[in-house]
């Protein structure tokens, strides 16, 4: 047994589930995600649990055991606590706004660079100290799906990829950027 799938995922009382064949509804205080589930895989609802099981033993039946019930308990926690991530652009004179529910980013390009968030994303700018840098946007985004959050993180992220001579770039909060020496006179 796949020792994540077999775990049975606990819905709170605030959390309504629906099963529609292999469509599965969850709604909640923050919103609802629906999806659409593998077919091979079975799941039942009872009283206050969600079980995931799996036909056979097959290594394809084992994978898809473990994906389904994280991807089932993804969405029963986002619909009740939601999901965040936190970036922060480090480089000089860097800023990041939001405009109505856009974000503005000026990262040293020569012009500045704008994002549409997806449907349930929300993004928040604000800055803090880094030393080498000064003041440097923190970017926050959130919403209540966690493929969406961390798809829109890396969109992101790769405007302007973190490099390792200076450290310049945008990068998640708590990310080791490693560090390369520069060129050596002789």
Known sequence: MSRIGKKPIV??????VALDGQTITVQGPKGSLTRKLHPEVVISHEGGEILVERPSNNPRHRALHGVTRT???????GVTKGY???LEAAGVGWRANVQGNKLVLNVGYSHPVEI????????????VAKPPFGNVPLITVSGIDKEVVGQMAATIRSIREPEPYLGKGIAYVGEKIRRKAGKTSK
Not at 11 to 16: C, D, E, L
Not at 71 to 77: A, G, K, L, P, S
């Open 116 to 127: 549409d968030p997806p449907a349930g994303i929300e993004f928040k700018a604000e800055t």
């Open 11 to 16: 819905v709170p009382p605030t959390v309504q």
């Open 71 to 77: 991807v089932i308990f993804n969405m029963v926690e």
């Open 84 to 86: 965040e991530k936190k």
